[in-house]
């Protein structure tokens, strides 16, 4: 599973070949969600600043998301996206 960013202690991470909705995973110490891409629904759990810091980052990086899904389905690499600052 790629990992395409990383900010304060926050993985972010897309299968290949994964199940629809578009979506991505993030992980912070031992807690893990699953994000949709674009109705921002979050499935797991978090601790709520990180959440928080997740959504922000998936506010400012949506389209880079879709463009890294359909890179995916495509069995092509994802790209890095930048981090939060």
């Keep these: 599973m790629p990992e395409i960013s990383r900010f304060y202690g926050i993985v972010i991470r897309m ?8 979506h991505f995973h993030a992980v ?15 499935e797991g759990r978090f601790p709520r600043r990180a959440l928080l810091l ?14 890294n899904w359909n890179r995916l389905e495509n069995d092509v690499a994802p790209e890095r996206i930048e981090p939060l600052p």
């Design 15 to 22: 299968f290949y070949g994964d199940h629809r909705p578009p």
């Design 28 to 42: 912070y110490g031992s807690d893990e969600i699953t994000v949709d891409i674009l109705t921002g629904e979050i």
């Design 54 to 67: 997740v959504l922000e980052w998936l506010d400012a990086h949506r389209n880079d998301l879709l463009e």
